[in-house]
């Protein structure tokens, strides 16, 4: 679908609008009602709110609230590496609002499309993860199968290999797409920039990773073994997003206290002096 801005009940909000061959084909629509089973069930800070749907008549549109900041990739795209503090608060936005799809019952919510352009800034800063065109209810089965190979994704830079493998995944490859997601908003530059979009999948499916380039400093705390641990190649080995809170927290915690003891050391220095 195609989103365009408009006024309803006098507010300004997101409309995505699908094509007049929705109604018609029958994989379409059921995408579409999909998406729509989603966003109703959803309420959370750090995921975008669902507001209403058109599904009786042509075009068909679902209707979220409009976040006018604009989606994290072009806020990367214009700020580069973020400040350490900032890369830590926004992971953490993008880890509840995950944590609470994941955790949602009866069944799960695998987002399957995490990537920067698919998490909003809302006015004051937060994240909000968005657009649930392709995710997937975790059933009972608790792993998931794509209907048809993914030879050809736009957004292969993000994906875990499982799924562009065709195999069997569940929430891990959530998982993996936030360590490079993470681990984008510390270097500055999106995961393997360097080689050519049809290129990275074949690294990941190879076992190779991007390449850890900023000063070790802004890896404190464990945060690079946190990234490691988040695209393990075995889905298995990734953390919950409940423990990668957890860690973050952590972190965020001795980023706090390091400030605060420069602070009083310098304040201590000036009045020596």
Request: aromatic fraction near 10%; include cysteine.
């Amino acid at each position: 679908g195609t989103f365009r801005l408009a006024t309803w009940r006098g507010i300004r909000v997101a409309v995505k609008k699908y094509g007049e061959d929705v109604l018609v084909d029958e994989n379409k629509l059921r995408a579409f009602r999909d998406e729509l089973a989603l966003l109703q069930q959803i309420r959370h800070p750090n995921v975008v709110q669902f507001l209403g749907a058109v599904t009786q008549s042509s075009p068909m549109m679902i209707v979220t609230e409009y976040l006018p900041k604009g989606d994290l990739r072009a806020y990367l795209k214009r700020k580069g590496a973020l400040k350490l503090s900032s890369a830590v608060r926004f992971a953490l936005d993008i880890a509840r609002g995950m944590n609470y799809l994941h955790e949602h019952k009866p069944e799960a919510i695998i987002h399957r499309d995490l990537e920067p352009s698919n998490i909003l800034r809302d006015d004051s800063g937060n994240l909000k993860v968005a657009d649930f065109g392709v995710s997937k209810l975790l059933k009972v089965a608790k792993t998931v199968r794509e209907e048809k190979s993914l030879t050809h994704l736009d957004t292969g830079r993000y994906v875990a290999p499982e799924v562009l493998c065709n195999e069997e995944y569940d929430t891990k490859v959530d998982v993996f797409s936030f360590a490079l997601i993470l681990q984008e908003m510390i270097e500055g530059c999106p995961p393997f920039v360097y080689k050519q979009d049809n290129e990275v999948p074949k690294a990941y499916v190879s076992k190779q990773r991007p390449p850890f380039r900023a000063p070790p400093k802004l890896y404190v705390h464990g945060l690079k073994e946190l990234i490691e641990e988040c695209w393990s190649e075995n889905p298995a080995d990734r953390p919950t997003f409940k423990d990668i809170i957890d860690q973050l927290l952590n972190i965020q915690n001795y980023i706090v206290r390091k400030r605060h003891w420069r602070v009083s050391f310098l304040n201590f220095y000036l009045m020596i002096c």
